[in-house]
């Protein structure tokens, strides 16, 4: 529990501290950096929410959420004590400055009594519909005028559409500079997606095929075997596209698809992201049943449980539009990519629980093998795996032992957890502590958020407009509806199947 040497004295504010974003997620990964040394030696978690609970009971709250979603589960008595020395609670209410004002005191005296200009990081758990308020409130106490100290955490949704994300946007610009701004995305958080950028940049051999002459089509696959359990009322304002493809698939496309970054830094790399998202090619309204499929899970079984339908669950509409499954072809027009599709898929209800990024090389141009060999039962093809499974796996052909010419799928394995034999740090320990260091690398910019809404727009709109006649059209527990497959077969292709890990025999 050594103290981190480079850090500032921080403050971190948490509003909504009484949710279940920070009671499963922001106050876990804090503690966790806290056990491995990665906070300031003097920091201060100060708890921001409506309730009357006073210091130690919302302490108690923490440590009922570490326990459950900690990697470490319950905290040793030491090490707690410890931490929770350093949790305050304030009751304030987002519409009264007096409350803001009594906010902007608490954190003068702990300077005070520090003896420092600590970092102020005020990250915002709660409904995006609080955003305006809460910054306008900070601003009216004076608490957002620091720019070099100063930083502003919003999770998304940042907006249901284009229209209400500007307004989002610009009222926390308005108040807040660029660079105080952290959009987190806890994908870019991922230990394994961030390695994505270290496999393509580090070494040599594989940028010289990353592009349109050795790749035939990438897929990204992100599957919940879950259906939306508790989140009816709010998934049903926004569906799979703007849940999971608006921001994490294109960002993983963002990272497959960007141009080497001339150094390692915030501006350069999302630079390179919001090239590739200005590169793609935009849908038009009157093709988007080419480029886009849909779906929304009926009855089905899972893994042995039965999942009841979509419009079954708690605060469904029975008649919902909404889909649980959205699946895109993009195409990327430049010289790297043109013409190779991207093929993007999420959903609920799936059959299994998988995160990857599947790259498909080009077949051999000429087949010197006799077809008895087997040379054609399956594409080479390079797959980074973000979850469950952490690592990259290389499928391409061997030939077997023997006197005969027999050629047999294998696969080249790296996994993370062997090769460096230390624990993964959750998403939100990573982007926790780059707010606190100040690096914004694995954040989004507004930009990026911007062209991200504008390429799914024509969806959205044409989906609204078109109520889908075939709903419920995908059973729980397969991989998605019928239209999806079509919308690869039409290219020639299939959705590659997930590598998922091999049970133990």
């Known amino acids: 529990m050594k103290a981190a040497t480079n850090l500032n004295d921080t403050l971190f504010v948490l ?15 804090l503690f966790d950096l806290f056990i491995d040394g990665h906070l300031p030696s003097r920091f201060q978690l100060l708890a921001v929410d409506r309730s009357d609970k006073n ?14 979603n900690s990697r470490r589960g319950e905290p040793a008595p030491e090490a707690w004590q410890t931490f929770a020395a350093m949790i305050r609670h304030i009751k304030l209410n987002v519409t009264s400055n007096e409350d803001f004002q009594r906010l902007a005191d608490m954190l003068a005296e702990t300077e005070q009594q520090w003896a420092s200009q600590a970092v102020r990081i005020f990250y915002l758990a709660t409904p995006s519909a609080l955003f305006e308020p809460i910054a306008t409130g900070l601003s009216t106490a004076g608490l957002s005028q620091d720019r070099s100290r100063v930083r502003l955490v919003v999770e998304k949704p940042l907006g249901n559409d284009i229209e209400s994300f500007h307004k989002i946007n610009d009222a926390l610009c308005r ?17 394994t997606v961030q390695n994505i950028l270290a496999m393509r940049f580090a070494n040599p051999i594989f940028e010289p095929i990353w592009n349109r002459h050795y790749v035939d089509h990438v897929v990204i696959t992100v599957a919940e075997t879950l259906g939306v359990e508790k989140r009816g009322s709010s998934y049903e304002q926004s569906g799979a596209l703007r849940d999971m493809v608006q921001n994490h698939l ?3 496309l963002c990272l497959v698809a960007m141009e080497p970054p001339v150094v390692y830094d915030a501006d350069d790399v999302r630079g390179k992201k919001v090239d590739v998202l200005h590169a793609v090619r935009p849908i038009p309204k009157d093709a988007v049943d080419q480029f886009a499929a849909r779906g929304q899970y009926g009855e089905g079984w899972i893994q042995g449980e039965k999942l009841a339908a979509y419009r079954e669950e708690l605060n469904v509409d029975p008649h919902s539009n909404t889909e649980t499954y959205a699946a895109l072809k993009l195409y990327v027009d430049n010289w790297r990519w043109q013409d ?5 898929r999420t959903g ?32 080479t093809r390079l797959i980074i795996q973000i979850y469950p499974e952490q690592g990259i796996v290389l499928k391409f052909m061997a030939k ?3 006197a005969q010419l027999r050629l047999r799928p294998v696969d080249m394995r790296f996994s993370y957890k062997e090769a460096f034999q230390t624990e993964t740090p959750a998403a939100y320990e990573t982007l926790l502590r780059d707010v606190m260091i100040n690096d914004a690398t694995l954040f989004m910019r507004a930009d990026q958020v911007e062209a991200a809404w504008k390429l799914v727009m024509p969806v959205l709109e044409v989906w609204a407009d ?3 006649a075939d709903f419920p059209n995908y059973a729980a527990g397969s991989w998605g509806p019928e239209s999806a497959d079509l919308l690869v077969a039409s290219d020639g292709n299939s959705w590659l199947t997930p590598t998922l890990a091999k049970k133990p025999t």
């Open 15 to 29: 509003f909504g501290a009484s949710g279940d974003l920070a009671w499963r997620l922001v106050v876990p990964a």
């Open 55 to 68: 210091d130690a009971e919302i302490a108690l709250h923490f440590h009922q959420g570490i326990t459950e």
């Open 175 to 191: 108040i807040f500079e660029e660079r105080q701004l952290f959009r987190i995305d806890h994908f870019l958080g991922k230990e």
């Open 250 to 252: 294109l960002q993983l």
């Open 340 to 344: 190779v599709p991207f093929y993007l």
């Open 348 to 379: 609920k209800g799936m059959s299994n629980k998988v995160s990857e990024i599947s790259i498909r090389f080009r077949d051999v141009p000429h087949h010197a093998f006799p077809a008895s060999a087997g040379l054609n039962s399956q594409p």
């Open 400 to 402: 077997e032992p023997g």
């Open 466 to 468: 078109n109520p889908a």
